[in-house]
């Protein structure tokens, strides 16, 4: 199985670094291309307007002046095919963070896995919880994510799905179990900018979020990682909502 492993952390990022860990515990063909720099909310963009830059910086590993979905493009349709073929699997991640509810939408993390997706090969999303901790448990996708992928991947899953997978902030040895969820939606907005002033007195924005719980429903994906279980939601692109369109027909 030859595997592209991509990411919106960064070339650099150690999220990275354990999900190519990860990806040689199942196959000794693994490729790496991942943006130059730190690509975090860039969703699924693609660079249009500028030249795509690629710098070899390893042995099958190369780092791309793009997003996350100019990355998983140019690894399938140009650097893999041109070293012996096109992927079976892409994974992305493991990201600094959680990619839960509504931040699917702007994850460069999904973004990947959703690129690999449309390009006809299987792909998975990783990500790993942060709220208090002040360093990622890394070890907790380091240990399961072997394990858990090759049971994924002997059961399959649909042509147009993604696999969203997301650790909850604890050691391996504190999860509470695996679950198969459903997208939730958060009951406030957690996003803010903070208005600051730089050293010439021009004013500037920082985006943030206030890590605010929110009181998810059980089955969701939000719910799961609360409570310390690992969550797998299974992510389609299908967003046409069916109810509103017989309601909006009479119209016309």
């Avoid at 901790?133 to 002997?154: I, S, V």
């Amino acid at each position: 199985m030859r595997i592209l492993v991509s990411n919106d952390d960064g070339i650099h990022a150690t999220g990275l670094q354990i999900l190519i860990t990860i990806a040689k515990s199942l196959s000794d063909d693994v490729w790496v291309v991942a943006p130059e720099q730190d690509q975090s909310g860039a969703a699924r963009s693609l660079t249009l307007t500028a030249p795509l830059r690629v710098r070899e910086i390893g042995d099958k590993q190369f780092a791309v002046s793009g997003t996350p979905t100019d990355c998983v493009q140019m690894g399938v349709g140009q650097l893999l095919p041109e070293r012996g073929g096109a992927p079976d699997l892409v994974l992305s991640g493991v990201n600094n963070g959680q990619n839960l509810a509504e931040d699917i939408t702007l994850s460069g993390t999904i973004a990947a896995a959703f690129q690999g997706m449309q390009l006809g090969i299987p792909s998975v999303a990783l990500s790993i919880a942060r709220f208090e901790a002040a360093r990622a448990a890394w070890e907790t996708p380091r240990q399961l994510a072997p394990d858990l992928l090759q049971k994924l991947l002997q059961a399959g899953w649909s042509k147009d799905v993604i696999l969203n997978i997301n650790f909850p902030d604890c050691e391996p040895d504190a999860v509470a179990g695996i679950e198969i969820t459903r997208q939730g939606r958060r009951d406030q907005n957690n996003l803010f900018s903070e208005k600051r002033t730089d050293l010439r007195g021009r004013h500037y924005y920082w985006y943030g979020f206030s890590g605010q719980l929110s009181n998810p429903p059980q089955g969701t994906d939000l719910r799961a990682i609360y409570e310390g279980r690992v969550s797998i939601t299974p992510l389609h692109l299908a967003l046409t909502h069916g109810a509103t369109i017989s309601h909006l027909s009479a119209l016309f």
